[in-house]
């Protein structure tokens, strides 16, 4: 069965830190991007993060680059990431997501995770 399961959400004061897990299984890892993505209360899920597999490229959308870091741990299928210098418009429920390649939107992303929640308080 594939699987995707996010762990390491939870409550945080701004500023914080919070570091999140992508554990995958039931694919072949190394053959696939892997990708995050977050949604508020009411708005459009938004992709911020990105490594593929393939070449280790890595990628940042603007409002998280130098606060947020991507990395992998390919023997444990897993893909990190740290937060640092949270916002409260942080707030939302994370997902990560594998597909063939990044930044070629969400429709291509093959394997979802259930999502975990982060709150950043003020």
């Known amino acids: 069965e594939v699987q995707l399961v996010e762990s390491g959400g939870g409550l945080v004061q701004a500023g914080g830190s919070l570091r999140l897990s992508c554990t995958a299984s039931?694919?072949?890892?190394?053959?696939?991007?892997i990708a995050w993505f977050r949604q508020a209360p009411g708005k459009e899920r938004e992709d911020f993060s990105c490594?593929?597999?393939?070449?280790?490229?890595?990628h940042y959308a603007d409002f998280v680059r130098g606060r947020f870091t991507i990395s992998s741990n390919n023997a444990k299928n897993t893909v990190y990431l740290q937060m640092s210098g949270l916002k409260p418009e942080d707030t939302g429920v994370y997902y990560c997501?594998?597909?063939?390649?990044?930044?070629?939107?969400?429709?291509?992303?093959?394997?979802w995770g259930q999502g975990t929640q982060v709150t950043v308080s003020s």
């Open positions: 490594i593929s597999m393939s070449d280790g490229k890595k």
């Open positions: 039931g694919f072949t890892f190394d053959d696939y991007a």
């Open positions: 997501a594998a597909g063939e390649w990044c930044l070629a939107g969400w429709s291509t992303y093959d394997y």
